[in-house]
């Protein structure tokens, strides 16, 4: 196989999986350079054909482009694929983009930072049918200049948001967000499943749950405000009035295949600030700092 030539308009695709090769395809697609690899050689052939070209190594396929996209399984897969690279890569712009922790990115950074080239995390907040759609968004933090200089091209695969300079940024707010859609979704999993078990209705009780859930959507931004004030107004109950359904709420959920949500854990957390002279305050006052706070 001929060696290919470095060129610096050249975009290096690692990994052709299904958001690799979304990603390959829809730079294709707006005729960029693009050069891919992947593990199991045969997974690029499609990709050929479409127009890229085909590297032999990682190290030939990072080495011959000036941005280069890690589209991986994981972190592992990120790490085994940095250690493939050596020598000199300034100028380059390497991006993982996977799920992962606020460490996996730290330590992804650090060894981009080694090599000499500039480091974006990614957080892929879309399916890979979506990519290149403005319905997608992808969340990027690290190097802010290294996404200002590529945004042209990372704005063809979704809308792209810049959430950090710190390179974990994006992977936590990234990881988060799947929390909150796991929170949400357990939460109307265990609903269902003890009004199942008890032989109420489940489609009536359904249409109830979806009010319930959207008292919480629609309260996010004056949530966030309380945090970000540090001022915790008791609005539809106090912690004292809260506390009484959440002990309620324990004893429902004993013995429930999916658990009681750590409810006990947040009952504790009430009672130490009820035994600060905090039972006029909300719900939000229980993600506050106890120490040195005063009732509201």
């Not at 610096?8 to 350079?33: K, Q, T």
């Given at each position: 196989m001929t060696k290919?030539?470095?060129?610096?308009?050249?975009?290096?695709?690692?990994?052709?999986?299904?958001?690799?090769?979304?990603?390959?395809?829809?730079?294709?697609?707006?005729?960029?350079?693009?050069?891919?690899w992947n593990r199991t050689a045969g997974r690029t052939a499609a990709l050929v054909k479409a127009g890229a070209l085909p590297a032999g190594s990682v190290k030939e396929a990072?080495?011959?482009?000036?941005?280069?996209?890690?589209?991986?399984?994981?972190?592992?897969?990120?790490?085994?694929?940095?250690?493939?690279?050596?020598g000199d890569l300034s100028g380059r712009t390497i991006i993982a983009m996977c799920t992962g922790t606020a460490d996996d990115a730290h330590h992804a950074a650090q060894r981009v930072a080694d090599l000499g080239a500039s480091y974006l995390d990614a957080g892929i907040q879309t399916s890979p049918e979506m990519i290149g759609t403005d319905a997608a968004t992808i969340l990027y933090s690290g190097s802010r200049s290294a996404f200002q200089r590529h945004r042209a091209v990372l704005g063809l695969l979704s809308t792209p948001r810049f959430v950090g300079d710190a390179p974990q940024a994006a992977a936590i707010w990234d990881l988060t967000l799947f929390g909150l859609w796991y929170d949400a979704q357990l939460g109307l999993l265990r609903a269902l499943d003890t009004v199942r078990e008890t032989g109420i209705d489940v489609t009536e009780f359904v249409d109830t749950a979806v009010k319930q859930l959207g008292h919480v959507v629609t309260e996010a931004p004056g949530t966030a405000s309380e945090l970000l004030q540090a001022t915790y107004p008791a609005g539809p109950a106090t912690l004292a009035e809260h506390l009484t359904v959440i002990r309620h709420l324990i004893k429902l959920r004993g013995g429930q295949t999916l658990g009681d949500g750590g409810l006990p854990v947040v009952a504790a957390r009430i009672e130490a600030l009820l035994a600060q002279g905090?039972?006029?305050?909300?719900?939000?006052?229980?993600?506050?700092?106890?120490?040195?706070?005063?009732?509201?």
């Open positions: 290919i030539k470095a060129s610096e308009h050249r975009i290096a695709v690692i990994g052709a999986g299904a958001i690799g090769a979304a990603v390959a395809r829809r730079l294709l697609a707006d005729d960029h350079d693009v050069v891919v990072a080495s011959s482009a000036t941005l280069v996209l890690l589209t991986l399984t994981d972190y592992v897969a990120v790490q085994q694929c940095l250690a493939e690279l050596d905090r039972d006029g305050e909300g719900l939000t006052a229980t993600i506050a700092t106890m120490t040195n706070r005063t009732s509201a």
